[in-house]
């Protein structure tokens, strides 16, 4: 037919050169051209308002804009939030010019940079390579590639879901080895409930409960293991059983030692974002704005990990599905996940069987959660995530691996 028109939905750099190439563009022109297909909305906070009326003016000037207050038009406001609005193109024409600008412009651009480069280099596969130096195993994460699964191995007797099941080492050895059979990528063995309500337990509780299960099946999988605590000596003992990952639900901010561990044995850590505590996180949570309050817990933790001696590319990040959140709060987080992705590290998210998906569904009982958690796996795993937290390994691993194969993150 000719001409036929059409709108093409383009959402990274790769897929505008691959479009561009397919016309026949001169080869030449397929980068110059492919920075002008994407569009994206940048927002900042609290900018001060002679910096706000400077970014204005700038991205005026090179073809974008800025969506600034009304009260910073007329003077009467001393901050505001801002929204930029351009083309990648725009914003690298926006950085060299704010780099050359007094106040903290130089370190805006710097920032925006940062982010722009971490959006677009997303979708590039990444390794994390790391072992456990006690049992001598070697593991390679592939980031990318397609989406890792993490099976849940709870051997607390009152987990929400599957609380009691597994708590003897035998039962766990059989379900740890019936994940790996069905597809898990990592197993997730934690030995404290952390439910909304729920009541610490004792480290020595916490240490019968774990490490004798870790043992049992350090030795019985091929798979790296991961320990969900936010104690310290429960991480270290757990991986000098034969845990290779750092699971902690508090962002390393529960136990000041954490972050000196997981440096110690380098081993890569998940750093999860809550509000407050499993016993009173659920006491009427709120944000200013819960995507952009997240990533500025994000960027403190990262950078407390960092300068704490943790690996920079050994950090994994879990936006806290339900720790914290209202309903509403956590589908906004499934919606807005890749919105993550500016901050350069792979995203874990585990929404399986939990209490908003029963909300949704109007379902009380976890057992009965299966179908609205397999549709929270497919749409985290379109919307950017790299691991899925979940008791259903098989079943949520076909529906990860059928988007995998939707968004090409695996070869057909």
């Known amino acids: 037919m000719k001409y036929n028109p059409r709108i093409k939905l383009i959402n990274n750099l790769s897929s505008a050169e691959k479009e561009i190439e397919k016309i026949g563009a001169d080869p030449y022109s397929v980068k110059i051209m492919a920075s002008k297909m994407i569009h994206s909305c940048i927002k900042m906070t609290f900018v001060e308002a002679k910096i706000a009326h400077i970014i204005k003016q700038e991205m005026l000037a090179i073809g974008g804009d800025a969506a600034v207050s009304r009260g910073i038009l007329d003077f009467t406001d001393k901050n505001t939030d801002v929204i930029l609005m351009g083309t990648h193109k725009q914003y690298k024409r926006l950085i060299k010019r704010l780099k050359k600008q007094p106040f903290d412009l130089s370190k805006i651009g710097e920032d925006i940079e940062t982010i722009l480069n971490n959006f677009e280099n997303n979708n590039k596969i990444k390794n994390i390579k790391f072992k456990n130096s006690i049992k001598n195993k070697n593991y390679n994460l592939k980031i990318g590639e397609g989406t890792l699964i993490m099976g849940i191995l709870n051997v607390s007797p009152d987990s929400f879901y599957d609380g009691g099941r597994y708590d003897e080492p035998e039962k766990a050895v059989e379900r740890a080895k019936q994940m790996v059979s069905c597809g898990a990528d990592i197993i997730d063995v934690g030995g404290e ?20 299960v870790i043992e049992a099946i350090s030795s019985e999988i091929d798979v790296p293991i991961s320990i969900d605590t936010y104690k310290s000596e429960v991480a270290e003992k757990a991986i000098q059983a034969g845990a290779s990952i750092i699971n902690d639900i508090s962002g390393l901010g529960f136990d000041e030692k954490m972050a000196e561990v997981a440096a110690e044995y380098d081993v890569p850590v998940v750093i999860m974002h809550i509000r407050g505590t499993p016993g009173d996180m659920q006491k009427n949570p709120q944000y200013d704005d819960v995507i952009s309050d997240i990533l500025a817990f994000f960027r403190d933790r990262i950078k407390f990990a960092i300068d704490s001696g943790i690996d920079e590319n050994k950090i994994i990040i879990d936006p806290g599905i339900g720790f914290g959140k209202t309903v ?85």
């Not at 409930?193 to 019968?208: A, C, I, M």
């Not at 209490?355 to 919307?383: C, H, Y």
């Not at 079943?395 to 090409?408: F, L, S, T």
């Open 328 to 412: 509403e709060h956590n589908l906004e987080i499934i919606k807005k996940l890749r919105e993550f992705k500016i901050l350069g590290k792979p995203i874990l998210i585990g929404t399986s069987r939990k209490s908003f998906i029963g909300a949704a569904l109007k379902q009380e009982n976890p057992g009965d959660r299966l179908e609205g958690t397999l549709a929270t796996v497919a749409a985290s795993v379109m919307n950017g995530a790299d691991i899925v937290r979940v008791h259903d390994v098989k079943e949520c691993g076909m529906a990860a691996g059928m988007i995998d194969a939707i968004v090409n993150k695996q070869q057909i």
């Open 193 to 212: 409930s952390t439910r909304p309500g729920s009541d610490p337990v004792s480290l020595k509780e916490e240490l019968n409960r774990t490490i004798p």
